[in-house]
């Protein structure tokens, strides 16, 4: 993953309480303590190495965790709203922070046909790929210039990316580069960092310069049972 994924605090699990799971004899408080475990490294990681190496251990058992054990909420929410707001199914589509493919997974579920994705993670990469649901893979850091043509995609997804410890707002320059005028990124930027990792001054910048534009936002629940500190958004690049 690009820095990116799970959208809990360092030290809490995916609904916000504590980590401190009591053992029972299903062996399931061991699985869910190995869960937290990986949450709280996502959230401790200083830069792109730590990514790696955590990516790295928990590519394997990340598609399970994350959809069985926390009943992650978030990939389908932004494919379904991507689903609602972009009637063409072929539309190039770059896949952000893509991991294993749990976003672009949800987004083939609705139709959509042609999708890219990218990711700092070669172990998750390669899960992705051998799921087929993408045009191309892209092994690259999303805090740095993307080697992709301006103006090549239509639409951006990503659900997970903007959350504590991973991609900040300076990733905002590189995907509204790559998306033509009148593309849409839709994606969650969890409710906690929208501020200190400067996502509200970015949209205001780049809002101001004639950059992109705001077409929706609501607030909900990144997992199950969780509160609703995802802010899904959905904006559309503009011709400034």
């Keep these: 993953m690009q820095r990116n994924r799970t959208d809990t605090r360092s030290g809490e699990n995916a609904r916000g309480a504590p980590s401190q799971p009591e053992a029972d004899s299903s062996g399931t408080s061991a699985t869910a303590s190995r869960s937290?475990?990986?949450?709280?490294?996502s959230y401790s990681m200083a830069g792109p190495e730590d990514a790696v190496t955590l990516y790295r251990d928990w590519a394997a058992s990340y598609d399970q965790q994350l959809e069985t054990e926390l009943h992650y909420l978030s990939p389908?929410?932004?494919?379904a709203l991507a689903a609602a707001w972009l009637p063409d199914r072929t539309v190039p589509m770059l896949d952000i922070g893509c991991g294993t493919g749990l976003t672009a997974a949800a987004a083939r579920a609705h139709g959509f046909t042609t999708i890219d994705g990218v990711?700092?993670?070669?172990?998750?990469?390669?899960?992705?790929?051998m799921k087929g649901i993408y045009r191309a893979l892209f092994e690259a850091d999303l805090t740095r210039p993307l080697d992709l043509p301006s103006s090549a995609y239509g639409a951006a997804i990503s659900s997970g990316t903007f959350t504590h410890a991973h991609v900040g707002a300076v990733?905002?320059?590189?995907?509204?580069?790559?998306?033509?005028?009148?593309?849409?990124?839709?994606?969650?930027?969890?409710?906690?960092?929208?501020?200190p990792s400067g996502f509200r001054d970015k949209i205001a910048a780049l809002s101001e310069a004639g950059v992109m534009a705001i077409r929706h936002r609501h607030e909900a629940p990144l997992f199950a049972d969780a509160p609703a500190e995802g802010l899904y958004f959905v904006f559309e690049r503009r011709h400034g």
Excluded at 76 to 79: I, R, T
Excluded at 119 to 129: G, H, K, T, V
């Design 36 to 41: 937290d475990e990986f949450l709280a490294r």
């Design 76 to 79: 389908a929410g932004v494919a």
């Design 119 to 129: 990711d700092i993670s070669p172990e998750m990469l390669a899960l992705a790929r």
């Design 171 to 195: 990733a905002f320059d590189e995907i509204f580069r790559v998306l033509r005028p009148g593309g849409l990124l839709v994606c969650t930027i969890h409710a906690h960092v929208f501020e």
